[in-house]
């Protein structure tokens, strides 16, 4: 048996980022930088107003007070996108928007709510500091700075600073995209109806949306009986779409673990008991040269392996500096695990309540019954010598 780090560590030293492409802007949400973003300018690129006002001179409203306001004359009007005609000097302002550049000779903005108006003019009602209400060109991002490092993922404000920074095309990883497959004699469609000793075929859903949740692209395959020569044509038929294969069962010692059988004179596989439960059987390696993940049949087995190795796999495939899901400590708030001897991985409801993490078992944790996934928003991974926990202890949980 190899521990859960050992045979993580195995699969991602394996793995390797797929090549760059160049995207539309737009598109590049949810990818990976292939490039570090550099400012060619400053952000703002010039001085400017925070606030609707006047800009002014701060040594001309120094005492201004309600009772005794400072007059100005006002000079123009500075709508946003325009630069002013005037100079700010002494005894005048410019009426500006926000966003409008800082006019010559002001520096200083006096929001409207300090002011009144005047026919010619504006009455200022309170002193401020130089430079109040001022935005400093550079003083989001500096010339030549980078501003988001290779690798960085591509959320919504990293699209807005790419926006602001000017690109309209970017370098990025591209999605892997990953053959789902679920073998097993037993298994129909839910197109279909059931016939005694069938079930639907739960887990090519699932990894379909765990891929797709995971920034790639599936290519939901479907149902592959218990035979090694649809097996390899399958794997045949679809080895040049895919960047990556993840089949569901097949691959303990039973007599009919098909996946097992191919895969063993198929390419460079291994066969690992990981000690963990669920999933203890775990074939990784590759087929035709892309990686495969063949991951127990059971419902739960298949989202907890492919939570714990085949998303940072496909994290890193995709470029991403960010491999794992977040992590956290959480009390638990009912007994959970026992002594076997192996990780043991609970489906849990955590919440954040008085400054921690709480974590309470979702109910019944058979490997088969795949509510405790529809209800655990965390899975809680208890160490092999843990042994059983009662309440109030401490236990470390993936957050999904
Ligand atoms: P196996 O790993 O092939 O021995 O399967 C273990 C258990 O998981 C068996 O009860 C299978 O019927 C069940 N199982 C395997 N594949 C699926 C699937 N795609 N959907 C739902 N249950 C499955
Ligand atoms: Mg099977």
Redesign the pocket.
Known sequence: MISVEEARERVLESIHRLEPVEVELSSALGLALAEPAVSRFDIPPFDNSAMDGYAVQAGDIAGASTDAPAELEVLEDLPAGYIAKATVIPGTAVRIMTGAPLPAGANTVVPVELTGRLPEGVNIHQALKEGANVRYAGEDVKKGETVLPEGTRIDPAELGMLASLGYSRVKCYRRPVVGVI???D??VDPLEDLAPGK??????Y?VYGLVAEAGAVPLRIG?VR?RPEELRRVFTQHGDRVDAFIT?????V?D??V?KEVLAGMGEMNFWKVAMRPGM?QAFGSVLGKPLFG?????V??MVSFELFAYPALRKMGGHLELFHPEADAVIDTPMGRKIGRMEIIRVIAEWRDGEYHARVTGPQG??I?RSMVLANALAMLPSEAGRLEAGSRVRIMLL
């Open positions: 679920s073998t097993g037993e298994l079930i639907h075929d739960s887990n090519s699932t149902i218990d569901s069962g097949g691959v303990s039973g009919y673990d996946v059987p991951f127990p049949g059971n419902p087995s298949v490997s088969g795949l």
